[in-house]
């Protein structure tokens, strides 16, 4: 999905440093508020705070704190989170889903990054300065303009991942300022009981044909690890979400999009923790995880509040605890002792989980393969009803997502649907609603990305089109982000590199010409789990590529004001067939596993080379092979046939053809000059 | 050169971290020693250390430490040392470039990488076990089981850089050995008065004519970056060999093939402290440093020795000092506060340094052309001799590096001569000895790596070369590690794009039939300094690419046992003229600077495309262009008609001559046609 979500939001919560990662000329632009007149300017979207800053004050006067810092994430590090999390939304009026908030006791704060300037401007009321950054350097010199030397920083220690917290304490080291973590959280008190409760929905086990192998299976496996290790942990903590869904192969709908539930796990060599709202597990979730009881793999439940208290116990014993500093918090690492820790970036679980085992590879393909139905049925409405002019983005959004729940297994989308007519698909991340929505035509570009949470797998798919006469840029730039795309899902490669090492494949054929775009290129994908599923992908934290793992890969190019494309697919890390072999292991490429074909209209065949034009004809057979028998079996004749008609093979002009045409036009010169006696 | 010498040896001096680099299998085989029997078997080669580990031992017990850690590299992080510094050779008799050794009462090991396990075994005798690994997570194992808890393990922070000491730190942390850095180097007490004596060689002012601008000049650019610092440093310190004799135009000779000398430098926004051997200075030199005095400009020479003292005693003051954590030593680093500190991976001479003003680009391209005359030279003579069998590895060599000495402004060669024939060039590193060397002959490829140091500039370059009848498979390696620098080399790419992201261009053709090479990429070289100079290049700790840089571009094939390829050129980075243009600066390529064709007699030009021909075709215009003249004006014609031959133009076959001989074909077949009257 779209990849400026998650290069920043997400890379802004794991680590504070999207401004380091998307660099950001400083603006010079106006606001939209005017908050120098009297009354102020403001747009009807500002929400009026003053009484929320107010009560916050109130209960940071009590805490001594005369700076207060809320951020936008969770206390999992969770790239989404729920509506009893957005404190910060609730705390400023601002809904973007990055950005952090300073408060002291006669100013108020907001840093975002460039994705949510306009945004911000139309939701803060005056109380909010706007900042238009996201280092934490400026938000450091910001505090210490405001806090005397002597005066006291606080924030909440368990919303703030390990290396943010370090950065924070970096900044203020020696400044005669303190950071002072404090576990009671003030914007919970000042939101009291305004602030939505808990999640109560059920957690439920997924059935035994939708999991790759029992919990009991991966929980020996995570044991097997532990031994395996040279500093032999004694228990792995886990406080991602996923981790914990995964482990024990429950599943909740506490976030939107994403089928978890609040629960941290702490898993020994004799024992299973699992801190989570008991009352709210199914009654077979509930056997299932006590039927080792008692022994080694019994399950014990525990309050999920419990978790630092349990933690704080067992680490006065002779341990060492492993965990991930990704998906940790301040507030939990900090209470295990420095030389009882184990750390990685990411738990051996997260590690297990990036390797999907030929169970759950079939899984993620048969879910693609459905997917790949709804997506050709949503391409062959807009082919046919566009050029009414009765399409805008919200619907086709809403199309979509209909044709998906269609599908057997399906869940609902497994992110909020990009639609994005002509300028808009130029913001990346632009998501259409009801009423603000741009009509879809056959004179402009239109793009969309989009995926379905499936009980066998998650999928994530873009396509952009065109249904009347693309620019010459417009088409041009198309064929170089597909020839980005196909250049590194054909790439071979040693197994255990480094997406990060590789990615430029993708921009290459768009860079010859000057052009890029500024985001990643693509991330994990879990089953029936997040659709930005880490630590797989091709930025700089994500691990080295292994057989078995699935990521998108997403180049694209936008155009301010004018167009964007992407496309998107995600494709299996698989073992390559290779003429030699250097080293122990085989190489590796990538097997397509989206299986819906790109428009023909934007293509232009010249700027291919045989071996791209060999490549699109070979997945485009594939693309046949394996959606084609579905699309008979639910009875989709006009789609079968759109699918022939749009998967036929391009001719291999270039170097193949031409010296092919050269043989035969050689010998026919050939017979003719010995027709003439020559 | 030789890039398995600087991704590992030079890696591990930096960053302990070789082993992580280059997985290494763990090893089954024999020790050419056998320390099992009476007397010992020992190689002839083996150095008797009996006396020097019981010298060392009695001052371990003086200075009551249980273990003590031996490292290769000097005070400066050098990846070249002076014999004075070669404390690890002297003590255990191995005299590889890279290893760590440490002692016990009643033990001593070595570690080294898989490169030098033959060569150790040949020069330790049964004092030491050899390790054949370089983790420091190893060598913390052995140092548990030798050590017991309460004992204190001992080394000189003085020889370990920040991130080498942390590791060990926090390998010993919680064991109850305690790591204590002691300022008395106890491998010098015991070496005595057989250490090698400081240099006392002349230390000199650069001729004008052969500095890109004044100290002067760069000394108010480095204040002019603390101005603009965010943090306002008050002081750079420099520890670099490097970066003293560039600030400064000043060279030496203290370090093989390296002309620098010992040095520190505290710069601060009043005063500049040159701590060095002040007698060693020229007059002109001298002369040229004192020239502002007094004043900001003018340059105080203090004592080498006294560069600790002067540091403690200037951080006691309102300071923040700026330094690079990759050639800080950990002595110096903790002199200074925390709060005090700003810590950045380089200085900012060293991003200074990086990035070649015009007068310096001229210069290290003028030096470049004359280099190519004598490689130009050497191939012509090796084509003429080796036939003979006359030749051998040692005498090539020789030869070389006396025609680089015959060029205009050489200081010699820029590092040992690397010069390999047949399987010999397997291993990178390999440099041949007199009376150990293989003869050339026409049945083998032969490979050499060399480079000279001219006033204007440090060269490197590497040729593969076969006289006779090369292997399909050694003719498809070398033509695929050609496409290999060729990709690279032309590649376009955006400013400030990180080398490691774009290295695997250079070992794409490779990888798509299962081949690879197991050292980096390419590395920064200096104006007559060094020829590995960072932090430029492909390696993850390399900075971004920016307009003004040189590096070197050198994909390789090696096969155990049989022959070895390397293809070696320096490149600089320039800005590239493209169609479009998105973002604010323009972006970049590279011009070859290395001007010596490449041997037709291993290239398939089938497998080239058209456009990687073409390339091939315009770069050997250019050396024509640069090259042809410069021979004429040195009166080689033999050579110059040699380089005429060498340069011919490759037939653009593949794609583009075909698609044209097919439009030849058809007007011709046209023109029959209507002759025939169809």
């Known amino acids: 999905m779209c990849p400026l979500l998650w290069i920043t939001a997400w890379a802004l919560l794991l680590h504070g440093c999207a401004a380091g990662r998307v660099p950001q000329a400083p603006s010079t632009r106006n606001d939209i508020r005017d908050c120098s007149v009297d009354p102020p300017y403001l747009p009807p979207t500002a929400t009026n705070t003053t009484a929320r800053l107010a009560a916050l004050r109130g209960t940071m006067r009590t805490h001594g704190a005369l700076a207060y810092i809320v951020p936008s994430t969770d206390a999992h590090m969770s790239e989404y989170i729920s509506e009893r999390d957005a404190r910060l939304g609730w705390l400023t009026g601002f809904t973007g889903s990055a950005g952090t908030a300073v408060v002291t006791q006669d100013k108020a704060a907001l840093w975002t990054d460039s994705r949510y300037w306009t945004q911000a401007e139309r939701e803060l009321d005056c109380n909010w300065e706007l900042q238009r950054t996201t280092s934490i350097e400026s938000i450091g010199m910001w505090i210490l303009k405001a806090v005397p030397a002597g005066g006291n920083v606080s924030l909440d220690p368990f919303l703030f991942s390990i290396d943010t917290w370090n950065s924070y304490s970096r900044v203020l080291h020696g400044s005669g300022r303190t950071l002072i973590p404090l576990e009671t959280n003030l914007v919970d008190q000042a939101w009291g009981d305004q602030r939505p409760l808990p999640s109560s929905t059920e957690i439920y086990s997924l059935p035994a044909e939708f999991t790759g192998s029992s919990w009991q299976e991966k929980v020996a496996g995570i044991r097997q690890r532990m031994e395996q290790h040279v500093r032999r942990p004694t228990a792995v903590l886990l406080s991602g979400l996923e981790e914990t869904a995964w482990l024990f192969n429950l599943r909740g709908d506490d976030i939107p999009y994403n089928p978890v539930f609040y629960s941290?796990?702490?898993?020994?060599?004799?024992?299973?923790?699992?801190?989570?709202?008991?009352?709210?597990?199914?009654?077979?979730?509930?056997?299932?995880?006590?039927?080792?009881?008692?022994?080694?793999?019994?399950?014990?439940?525990?309050?999920?509040?419990?978790?630092?208290?349990?933690?704080?116990?067992?680490?006065?014993?002779?341990?060492?605890?492993?965990?991930?500093?990704?998906?940790?918090?301040?507030?939990?690492?900090?209470?295990?002792?420095?030389?009882?820790?184990?750390?990685?970036?990411?738990?051996?679980?997260?590690?297990?989980?990036?390797?999907?085992?030929?169970?759950?590879?079939?899984?993620?393909?048969?879910?693609?393969?459905?997917?790949?139905?709804?997506?050709?049925?949503?391409?062959?409405?807009?082919?046919?009803?566009?050029?009414?002019?009765?399409?805008?983005?919200?619907?086709?959004?809403?199309?979509?997502?209909?044709?998906?729940?269609?599908?057997?297994?399906?869940?609902?989308?497994?992110?909020?649907?990009?639609?994005?007519?002509?300028?808009?698909?130029?913001?990346?991340?632009?998501?259409?609603?009801?009423?603000?929505?741009?009509?879809?035509?056959?004179?402009?570009?239109?793009?969309?990305?989009?995926?379905?949470?499936?009980?066998?797998?998650?999928?994530?798919?873009?396509?952009?089109?065109?249904?009347?006469?693309?620019?010459?840029?417009?088409?041009?730039?198309?064929?170089?982000?597909?020839?980005?795309?196909?250049?590194?899902?054909?790439?071979?490669?040693?197994?255990?590199?480094?997406?990060?090492?590789?990615?430029?494949?993708?921009?290459?054929?768009?860079?010859?010409?000057?052009?890029?775009?500024?985001?990643?290129?693509?991330?994990?994908?879990?089953?029936?789990?997040?659709?930005?599923?880490?630590?797989?992908?091709?930025?700089?934290?994500?691990?080295?590529?292994?057989?078995?793992?699935?990521?998108?890969?997403?180049?694209?190019?936008?155009?301010?004001?004018?167009?964007?494309?992407?496309?998107?697919?995600?494709?299996?890390?698989?073992?390559?067939?290779?003429?030699?072999?250097?080293?122990?292991?085989?190489?590796?490429?990538?097997?397509?596993?989206?299986?819906?074909?790109?428009?023909?209209?934007?293509?232009?065949?010249r700027l291919l080379s045989p071996e791209q034009i060999r490549y699109l004809n070979s997945y485009y057979e594939r693309i046949r092979a394996h959606v084609g028998p579905e699309l008979r079996r639910q009875r989709l004749e006009e789609e079968y046939e759109w699918l022939q008609k749009s998967t036929q093979p391009f001719p291999v002009n270039g170097a193949g053809t031409a010296a092919a045409g050269t043989l035969v036009l050689a010998s026919l010169l050939s017979v003719l000059l010995g027709g003439l006696g020559a």
């Open 264 to 605: 941290y796990t702490l898993l020994t060599n004799t024992t299973i923790s699992l801190f989570v709202e008991g009352s709210r597990l199914s009654v077979a979730a509930r056997e299932s995880l006590r039927s080792g009881c008692p022994g080694p793999l019994c399950v014990e439940l525990q309050e999920y509040g419990q978790v630092s208290a349990h933690l704080r116990r067992y680490t006065q014993g002779n341990v060492t605890v492993w965990l991930g500093t990704e998906y940790t918090t301040y507030g939990l690492y900090g209470i295990i002792p420095q030389e009882k820790l184990l750390e990685e970036n990411y738990s051996p679980v997260m590690m297990a989980k990036a390797v999907k085992n030929a169970r759950e590879q079939e899984m993620l393909r048969a879910a693609h393969v459905r997917d790949a139905v709804a997506v050709i049925q949503y391409l062959l409405w807009l082919e046919k009803t566009v050029p009414q002019g009765q399409v805008d983005e919200f619907l086709g959004a809403q199309h979509i997502n209909a044709l998906r729940w269609a599908q057997e297994h399906s869940r609902g989308p497994s992110f909020q649907t990009i639609s994005a007519s002509g300028l808009n698909a130029a913001l990346a991340h632009y998501s259409p609603s009801n009423g603000s929505s741009r009509t879809l035509s056959a004179g402009e570009m239109y793009l969309f990305d989009t995926g379905g949470q499936y009980l066998d797998g998650t999928t994530d798919i873009t396509r952009t089109v065109h249904w009347g006469e693309p620019t010459p840029l417009q088409k041009e730039a198309y064929t170089r982000v597909l020839m980005g795309n196909i250049d590194l899902s054909r790439l071979v490669f040693p197994s255990h590199t480094a997406g990060r090492t590789v990615e430029s494949f993708a921009r290459r054929a768009l860079w010859d010409v000057g052009l890029n775009y500024g985001h990643g290129t693509g991330h994990g994908i879990g089953n029936f789990l997040s659709v930005h599923e880490w630590p797989v992908g091709f930025q700089s934290n994500n691990v080295p590529l292994e057989a078995g793992m699935f990521t998108s890969i997403e180049p694209g190019y936008y155009r301010d004001g004018e167009f964007g494309i992407r496309i998107e697919d995600v494709v299996l890390v698989v073992e390559a067939q290779t003429e030699h072999q250097s080293g122990e292991t085989p190489f590796l490429t990538f097997e397509m596993v989206s299986l819906v074909p790109y428009d023909r209209n934007l293509i232009d065949l």
